[in-house]
């Protein structure tokens, strides 16, 4: 599953691991499952492990500014070994980083990345900038997650319930709950084994897909109520699209996770390839998310706005009118 990876690299990642009194870790900006689901089981198995002694201090994070837990990832375990960005070493000896395709996408840690003495990058996207002196990096890997599996297999921990739970999220919200192409039968064979770890996929379903509050059905109804179809875009192909604007969400109280919901309803529509969803975030910046069906790469129109991601999901962030960040992409997308 993780034929991408030389098996020095490997080698390498658990030696430093071995050797290490303290290691931080870090995941993308804006956190969703894989990144953080990997992470936090990673930063768990790490914590509680007697190497020939006392178990390395851990400090987990990500660079975002304010510091906050996405609502739907509350319930993974660990969330006690994260810190502000704030208290992360500005100089980590040993940094790990999980389901980031590039430097900038740590966000504020981004400095304590370029200063780490030693840097294992564990990554799935295509678009990896091959940064880290150690790179666990496979793009037919489905999920971060897989590759975070390994390395606790290899650094000889036990799965336990609170480190299959978080690989088990990671696994099931990068397959689309085992539904796109990369759900290969080595996927199932992993989540067979998180399963049997105790990671519970019912719980994991209702956490991240299956409960909102009531006031999120406001903002569907005002995202959904303005989608637009453009028949013409994507040479023919067709695009759909929406935006969720703050004051879809403000007076609600909700924060700008509240819209990743969206993009999966409009990724439905049968008479476009591609769906776009722009979200507004507290800054006035646009987080845009773009979906194919697989006949369009859009990671390749998103890498050349800045972003980027995998051939049928990516995003990226854009300033002004939606309509006129919206013509941007369209532009790319041809
Ligand atoms: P999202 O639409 O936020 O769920 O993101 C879909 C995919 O695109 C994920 O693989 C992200 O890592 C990637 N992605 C989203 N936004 C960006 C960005 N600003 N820069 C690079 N990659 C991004
Ligand atoms: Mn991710
Ligand atoms: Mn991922």
């Known amino acids: 599953m993780t034929a991408g990876i030389a098996e020095s690299d490997w080698a390498k990642a658990v030696k430093i691991l071995d050797g290490a009194q303290e290691v931080c870790l870090a995941c993308h900006v804006r956190p969703d499952a894989d990144a953080l689901g990997s992470m936090l089981a990673v930063a768990i198995a790490l914590a509680g492990r007697q190497a020939g002694g006392a178990a390395p201090r851990v400090i987990a994070s990500f660079g975002d500014e304010p510091f906050e837990v996405p609502a739907i990832l509350r319930f993974l375990p660990g969330l006690d070994l994260l810190a502000e960005p704030a208290r992360f070493p500005v100089a980590p000896r040993v940094l790990l980083t999980f389901d980031a395709s590039s430097i900038d996408r740590l966000g504020l840690l981004a400095g304590s990345t370029v200063l780490a003495a030693e840097l294992i990058v564990l990554d799935h996207h295509p678009s990896n900038t091959g940064f880290g002196s150690v790179q666990l990096v496979d793009p037919s890997a489905a999920a971060t997650a897989v590759l975070a599996a390994e390395l606790i297999d290899r650094l000889g921990v036990e799965l336990t319930q609170d480190i299959a739970l978080g690989l088990y999220a990671g696994l099931v919200a990068d397959t689309g709950s085992f539904k796109y192409p990369a759900t ?85 529509t049968d008479e476009a390839e591609v769906a776009v969803v722009l979200k507004e975030a507290d800054s006035g910046e646009w987080q845009v998310s773009v979906r194919s069906k697989g006949n369009v790469d859009v990671s390749a129109a998103c890498a050349a706005l800045g972003g980027g991601g995998h051939r049928a999901a990516a995003g990226f962030a854009g300033r002004g009118e939606p309509e006129d960040v919206l013509a941007a992409l369209t532009r790319q997308l041809g």
């Open 184 to 268: 290969t039968p080595a996927v199932h064979l992993l989540a067979a084994r998180l399963i049997g770890a105790g990671a519970e996929p019912g719980l994991v379903a209702r956490e991240l897909w299956d409960r909102a509050p009531f006031a999120q059905l406001g903002l569907l109804s005002a995202a959904l109520g303005r989608a637009g179809l453009d028949r013409r875009a994507c040479a023919g192909r067709g695009l759909a699209w929406t935006t969720v604007t703050r004051a879809d969400r403000e007076p609600a109280g909700l924060a700008l996770d509240a819209a990743e919901s969206v993009i999966d309803l409009i990724r439905r």
